[in-house]
């Protein structure tokens, strides 16, 4: 069961038109995309890139509060890669996979787990997945 907003931290929005062979853009200018479908191979990007581009930066973005709250350094080169993947579930719906790659270089295996629970447990897309969507997360 989804739980409601209590408080309101940030607010977008954004217009798309033709669908995944059109465009989007959002209202304050800084988002202005082509998109395009997959197996076309024209000019643009898709939803997946973006829902990994997005998934990403906010895995990163939690895995510092994680850090803060550990009391960790989290060394420059920490990066996440993200691996969508869109297919068909045996009922023939589409549905999406995910696969979270993250590199945290010089930090031990022991403190990369607790980086990448807490990451998880507190990541906004990381909770609306869950239960929903498959998620892998592994540290390198």
Do not use: W
């Not at 977008?12 to 197996?39: A, P």
């Not at 024209?42 to 550990?70: D, H, M, R, W």
């Not at 990066?79 to 589409?94: C, I, M, P």
């Amino acid at each position: 069961m989804a739980l409601p907003l209590q408080e309101v931290l940030y607010t977008t929005n954004t217009h798309v038109t033709g669908g995944r062979d059109g465009s989007g853009r959002s209202s304050d200018g800084k988002l202005d995309v082509k998109l395009d479908h997959f197996v076309s191979g024209k000019e643009g990007t898709n939803p997946e890139q973006l829902f990994g581009v997005g998934y990403s930066a906010c895995f990163l973005s939690a895995i510092g509060i994680a850090a803060q709250q550990l009391k960790v350094r989290l060394p420059p080169e920490t990066a996440v890669d993200a691996q969508v993947d869109l297919g068909k579930t045996s009922e023939g719906n589409y549905q999406l996979a995910v696969k979270l790659n993250v590199n945290l270089p010089g930090v031990d295996e022991e403190t990369k787990a607790k980086l990448l629970a807490f990451a998880h447990q507190t990541c906004p897309y990381s909770r609306m997945t869950r239960g929903e969507v498959t998620v892998d997360i592994a540290a390198k």
